[in-house]
Structure formats: structure tokens, C-alpha cells
């Protein structure tokens, strides 16, 4: 791993209903370090925005879920979670497809050429007036090349390269990435986030 402690520590499963269900359960039992990564395979049951599903063929894509502890973030600023996160995926699909510009689509899609390449679910739960935990549930399309009908507008990571990725070497980039963003937050450069979002986001 590229980074210092977002993925440092990683839960491999071979198939789940939902990565995020799986992570809040876990949270239950034990206490787990900031960063902890559940990754799977498969996922049977897996959740996006308002309700929608992430469907992932098993084995071709990124499907994780992260569990951060960002005590130092107000609830009512929790949107800027969403920002870092946003951006550290785009960062790393700019680094990777280069000369492709990822998009933002709010709440939380990331496009690039038009098509749907990644969806983020992130759960925040409060307790008083400080965020207890967060969980960061990423789908990223990366080897798929065939999508069913109900997503008649997805692309990935081999759709748009040609090229075949190593599952591996993506999840360490995307984790690098995501840290490096939410350092940003925890930092307090909200206006650099903001910035970036604004460049990047579908106007």
C-alpha cells in the first residue's frame, strides 16, 4: 500500500450482501482502525444512492467499504466527506486513464466520457454533535466490460483504456488517493476541496 493507514488493514471477502452492512455489523463487535478496508469479490446486495443498486460483475471490479473516524468534522459539514472522497477517486482515474478528465455528478457518481464508472455511499453516524464514525462504501467499475440493461450508461477502467488493470495495484492508488483527500479535510483546506469540485464537477 501507498498509503499510511487507509488500507492498511484489509478484511477480504469472497462474497457479501453489502460490504457497508457487513462493516457497520463488524463496528458492533469490535473496535477496528481508522482506515480498515472490507473488500469482496462479490457483491450480492449492493447498495447506492436513494435506494439504487451497484451491480458489479464478481471478481472485475473494486467494491470496499472504509471506516473513518472524523471526529475533528462538524455534522453539518459533513458534505465535505463527500467532497474528499469525490475527489480522491477522480485523482486516481486521472492518474491512471491519463488524458481522461473523471467528472463529479452529485450527490455521488463519478463519469468520465459520459458514463457511469464509480458510485459512493457514504453512511455517517452522529452521536451528540460530532460525527462517530463514517463509512465509505465505493464501487468502482474497473475490468467489467459487459453491463446489463439497467445501466445502459456505464463505462470502466478497461471500457475506456483498453487495457486490463491489476485489482491490486488500483485499490492501493484509489486508497493513496483517498487519504491524501481526506488529510486535506482533516487539515482544514475546505477552500481547496471546494475549488477542485468546482473544476470538476457536471455543470
Known sequence: MNSSFIGSHI???????????????????KDLQEGTVVITREQAEG????????????GMNLTFTIVLYPHFLEPAKQFGL??????GISDH?????KGLKPRIKWPNDIYV??????????????????????LIGIGLN?????????????????????????LEDCLSSLCACLERRYLQLKAGDVAGLEADCSERQIK
Open 142 to 166: 474497473v475490468n467489467q466490460t459487459v453491463f446489463g440493461e439497467g445501466v445502459p450508461n456505464a463505462c470502466s477502467m478497461r471500457t475506456l483504456s483498453g487495457l486490463e488493470f491489476d
Open 93 to 97: 482515474l486521472e492518474k491512471t486513464l
Open 113 to 134: 466520457n459520459g458514463g457511469k464508472i464509480s458510485g459512493i455511499l457514504i453512511e455517517n453516524v452522529l452521536s451528540g454533535n460530532k460525527i462517530s464514525f463514517s
Open 82 to 87: 463527500s467532497q474528499a472522497v469525490s475527489l
Open 47 to 58: 447498495r447506492g444512492q436513494r435506494g439504487n443498486k451497484w451491480i458489479s460483475e464478481a
Open 11 to 29: 478484511i477480504r471477502l469472497n462474497s457479501v450482501g453489502s460490504t457497508n452492512t457487513y462493516l457497520m455489523q463488524l463496528l458492533q463487535e
